[in-house]
């Protein structure tokens, strides 16, 4: 097969990963990035004020305790850890004041989402006053099934009362803007087999937690004939989440991330390794927790427009052997 084809249609899965070419759309507004934290940043701050590190740990320990009640789809658990005249403002603008609305509104959420689940990551905890803190980070939503992670920006004002911390206020903001952490339900290993081909994922935080990275390869007869990385991260310029890709062969790309419902569309446009300009709309569309869809769209090769491909099946997977000699095996 044509060289510049197989980048294109056997390659085509990587290329819609984000792996391939990619490129920004002038006409799409940045948009403002919320406080970065723990999946995606370094961990919670400990600041300089070592007088506080017991009730830092005590706060920490009282999100743990959020997200476990949380989970079990405890209400009245989860709203214990809020004072009784607590207030809390949700991403659309909704008020609730007290604990006794605030465990209504829980039990409701519980009641309509069973399987819901949340993950807290705190960034910092900062101390105005002795009794009073203040936390911020990232509280990201997960439904079960095909929905993607939402994640939100939250503040929190803590108070101490009885020698307890608990919630007076918190607000949380930031819902439709996307983020890395958005992404981490892609961690791990995937494996494709479109067309006779095998190509095998491995997505990856880095070691501070600012970036994904996905190293990829594409097997044809057995063999690797082909292979690069791919990383994922917020493009500080802009605040949107972007790619960028480095083949084997001295490909190179950038694209833009954008959700669409329960599914990311990528907007991709990069060079081959013989200088050939790519464009494509890649689709990834969630399934569940371990499938996903991937198909390409709007695709050009050099002056040359190439059909849109049918949709490839994505799952969880073993991870793939590389050879020793760079990523290449001998032919």
């Not at 507004?29 to 940043?41: F, L, M, T």
């Not at 990829?216 to 605040?239: A, C, L, N």
């Amino acid at each position: 097969m044509n060289r510049r084809l197989l980048y294109i249609l056997a390659g085509g899965l990587i290329a819609g990963l984000g792996v391939a070419w990619a490129a920004a759309r002038d006409d799409q507004p940045a948009k403002a990035q919320a406080p970065r934290a723990a999946n995606g940043a370094p961990a919670p701050q400990t600041g300089g004020d070592r007088e506080h590190d017991g009730d830092r740990q005590a706060i920490h320990q009282s999100g743990r305790d959020f997200v476990r009640a949380f989970n079990d789809g405890d209400a009245k658990a989860v709203a214990a850890l809020w004072t009784e005249q607590a207030e809390y403002v949700d991403d659309s603008g909704v008020v609730l004041r007290g604990r006794p609305a605030i465990e209504k509104s829980y039990a409701e959420l519980f009641k309509s989402q069973p399987k819901a689940r949340i993950e807290v990551q705190a960034e910092s905890v900062r101390f105005p006053s002795p009794n009073t803190a203040i936390e911020e980070g990232l509280v990201t939503l997960k439904l079960p099934g095909a929905e993607l992670p939402i994640t939100t920006g939250y503040r929190a004002i803590q108070v101490r009362e009885g020698g307890q911390w608990r919630i007076a206020f918190s607000q949380e903001w930031g819902a439709g803007q996307d983020k890395l952490e958005d992404l981490a339900w892609l961690i791990g290993n995937w494996v494709a087999r479109p067309e006779g081909r095998e190509v095998h994922l491995k997505f990856a935080w880095n070691e501070k937690k600012t970036l994904i990275r996905n190293h990829f390869t594409i097997k044809e007869g057995g063999k690797v004939i082909s292979s690069g990385t791919q990383t994922i991260g917020m493009d500080p310029r802009t605040g949107q989440l972007a790619s960028w890709t480095d083949d084997e062969d001295g490909g190179r790309g950038e694209a833009l991330w954008f959700r669409d419902g329960n599914r990311w569309v990528v907007d991709s446009a990069g060079v081959l390794p013989d200088g050939t300009e790519t464009f494509a709309l890649n689709v990834i569309t969630r399934l569940n927790d371990n499938e996903f869809l991937w198909r390409s769209v709007d695709r050009v090769v050099g002056e040359d427009e190439v059909s849109d491909t049918e949709p490839v099946k994505v799952v969880r997977g073993q991870p793939v052997r590389l050879p020793q000699n760079g990523g290449k095996e001998k032919p």
